[in-house]
């Protein structure tokens, strides 16, 4: 397992997903981290994009949106990473 998980919290993002997780992925070595992104329950095609799209990076799926706070804290429970960064 790699030592560091960066988690992105989504709630009706597939815009902001498009436009910016590809620096993200970029931006973050593979070797050390892996790249989540925790969709908090989005109504839009937000999950589509991540399985089409972006097949590499790690999803979490909650069935409803859980708030800021309470989607991280879940997330983070979820992966047991070593260290986690939360990027917004």
Known sequence: M???AVIILNWNGAKL?????PSVIAGT???LADVIVADNGSTDESRLVLQQEFPTVKTIFFNKNYG???GYNRSID????PYTVLLN
């Open 2 to 4: 790699k030592k560091v």
């Open 17 to 21: 997903l498009r436009r910016y997780l």
């Open 29 to 31: 070595s593979a070797d």
């Open 68 to 70: 800021f706070a309470e």
């Open 78 to 81: 979820e992966t047991r990473y």
